[in-house]
């Protein structure tokens, strides 16, 4: 069984501060994506990351993919309440038509204004 | 709307009795997941469906559960004579073949409570 572990599992910041959440496997995955969830509705996709050593920017958030496929990290840089939200990672086996996801158990963001 | 649809958003049942959740997946997406989630928890998996096909019920328990998608109409969750423990928010998602591109569209969720 591949496992994604997220950490830090919650995190309470002030509006301008940056932070970085992480997902960490000792599995590889052949990509691997970052989504958002708000209270009441399903998760939202953010990006997909595929090659190890990725970066890729999204206004205000980065993402990068670890060199080996097996880690990737989500940087807020400058937080506002409309971050606020739980961020799951989830990865596509390698090896497999990458259908399935193996989702993390997620880190609760709240930013305070 | 092409989003994935789901119904009803809310659904309240006595213990014992049926629950059915329906999705419609995003139109041209031929991959259906169902996935579990309770409160500030992530996302666990029950049930990937092809039409007509169940291509991995791994995570989906063996009694009382069980989840269609047939050729025509909508994906179909089935829990028979809930418990309290069922209670949780259901969501559905739709992918074409390479989910690991494309990323999953997910629904809103039926949230289920049994009383």
């Known amino acids: 069984t591949q496992l994604l572990e997220q950490s830090p599992q919650f995190l309470s910041i002030q509006e301008g501060e940056n932070l970085t959440v992480y997902c960490n496997s000792s599995?590889?995955?052949?990509?691997l994506q970052w989504y958002r969830q708000e209270p009441g509705e399903g998760p939202v996709l953010l990006v997909t990351v595929v090659t190890g050593g990725e970066v890729k920017k999204l206004k205000r958030l980065t993402f990068q993919f670890g060199d080996a496929r097996k880690d990737s990290s989500l940087h807020i840089t400058a937080a506002q309440p409309g971050d606020t939200g739980l961020y799951l990672c989830?990865?596509?086996?390698?090896?497999?038509?990458?259908?399935?996801?193996?989702f993390g158990e997620g880190t609760q963001l709240t930013v305070n204004p | 709307n092409a989003g994935v649809m789901q119904n009803p958003r809310h659904l309240v049942r006595r213990r014992g009795q049926e629950a059915r959740l329906r999705c419609s997946p995003v139109?041209?997406?031929?991959?259906v997941y169902w996935y579990r989630q309770l409160p500030e928890e992530g996302l666990k998996f029950m049930v990937y469906l092809q039409k007509e096909n169940i291509i991995d019920e791994s995570g989906m328990p063996k009694e009382r559960f069980s989840a269609e998608f047939p050729k025509e109409g909508p994906s179909i969750l089935r829990i028979q004579q809930v418990v309290r423990g069922d209670s949780a928010a259901y969501f559905c998602?739709?992918?074409?073949?390479?989910?690991?591109?494309?990323?999953?569209?997910f629904g809103s969720g039926t949230r289920l409570t049994v009383v």
């Open positions: 599995s590889v995955f052949s990509s």
């Open positions: 139109k041209g997406h031929s991959h």
């Open positions: 998602a739709s992918s074409p073949p390479s989910a690991g591109t494309y990323g999953y569209t």
């Open positions: 989830a990865g596509a086996a390698r090896g497999t038509s990458g259908s399935r996801l193996t």
